[in-house]
């Protein structure tokens, strides 16, 4: 899973449909991520010639006026998000693709390193934001009842043995019924994943917003599952203190959905920290493209996914 890589393609189709021409080769070529081999590459010479290997034939004299194309097209699609995020489009649609003097800055111009700087670091992360819970989603497994919300009563009955904490799994054709949550009422989760000594990372998704639940001092201060299953609020969280006004309650009638990432590998970015300046912490495009960097590179990580109904009981 490449996110960047997926996010290129996707933007070279979407403007060149097809599959071959010299704008499309010249976008996923001089415009490749900034990992990619061809970034290593200086001239727009040297990319004319992997573009000969791309579409067979190809003359280097073209560059510079393909690249100009490539540079038209993306300001003719995207002009008015550009701006918004304050790209001078008029310059890049201008100016010559070598650049020229900025008398204000007395820097010079190059319109693709300007259009290339948008595309990674804006466009990109909205990219990002629009496909992230997606794309994860996509990649979950099916594995019934692996989260649950008890009321207090229901708990209580787990804690004496005489309720079990994993129903066994629904008929096939109940499988296909959202199951539900009771509105208003104080209720714990109860996660059971067969994953020991992992880390578990629960993000929730509303429309009340984007949370991570675990880890976070709100509710899972400690993220490593050590055995099945694991109770949130957990026991020194700030919702712990006080279960009749902080554990979780669902106050609108919404559709809530949970994506659990169970790492054998840890990762460890400044936003898994669970700390109080920010109890219960946001996962935006760029925190999620920080996660998606880390989960490429190792493989052994595994996501489940549930939604259920907010319903009034």
């Known amino acids: ?21 010299e704008e499309k080769a010249c976008l996923l070529r001089r415009f490749a991520p900034e990992n990619h081999p061809d970034n290593r590459v200086s001239t727009h010479k040297a990319i004319a010639k992997l573009m000969g290997e791309d579409l067979v034939v190809y003359c280097e004299n073209k560059i ?12 003719q699609r995207y002009g008015e998000e550009m701006k918004g995020d304050g790209v001078n489009t008029e310059v890049l649609v201008n ?13 010079k111009i190059s319109p693709w390193k300007e259009v290339y700087k948008w595309l990674w670091n804006y466009k990109f992360l909205r990219w990002i934001d629009m496909n992230g819970w997606s794309i994860l989603k996509e990649r979950a497994k099916i594995a019934p009842n ?3 919300f008890l009321t207090k009563e229901e708990m209580a009955s787990v804690q004496r043995g005489t309720r079990a904490v994993v129903l066994p799994p629904p008929p096939p054709a109940v499988q296909k019924i959202t199951p539900t949550i009771p509105a208003e009422k104080s209720l714990w989760m109860v996660i059971y994943l067969e994953f020991d ?11 009340d917003g984007e949370f991570l639940l675990c880890p976070s001092s709100a509710y899972a201060p400690h993220p ?17 203190q006080d279960e009749s006004k902080t554990n979780f309650k669902f106050g609108k009638l919404v559709k809530e959905e949970f994506l659990a990432i169970a790492l054998e590998k840890p990762v460890s ?23 998606f960097e880390q989960l490429e590179k190792q493989d052994n990580w595994q996501v489940f996914y549930q939604s259920f109904e907010v319903v009034e009981k």
């Open 1 to 21: 899973m490449n996110l960047k890589q997926n996010f290129h393609k996707q933007i070279a189709e979407s403007l060149f449909p097809g599959n071959r021409s």
């Open 64 to 75: 510079n006026q393909t690249i100009r194309k490539v540079i038209e097209v993306i300001v």
């Open 95 to 107: 100016l010559k693709p070598g650049g020229k003097r900025d008398k204000e800055s007395e820097q």
């Open 146 to 148: 692996w989260l649950q």
């Open 197 to 207: 000594n992992s880390q578990l990372l629960l993000l929730n998704r509303s429309q």
């Open 224 to 240: 490593i599952i050590e055995k099945p299953p694991i109770l949130l609020p957990q026991k020194d969280s700030w919702a712990d």
């Open 269 to 291: 970015l400044p936003w898994l920290i669970p700390r109080e300046e920010e109890a219960l912490p946001e996962w935006n495009a760029e925190r999620l493209k920080e996660l």
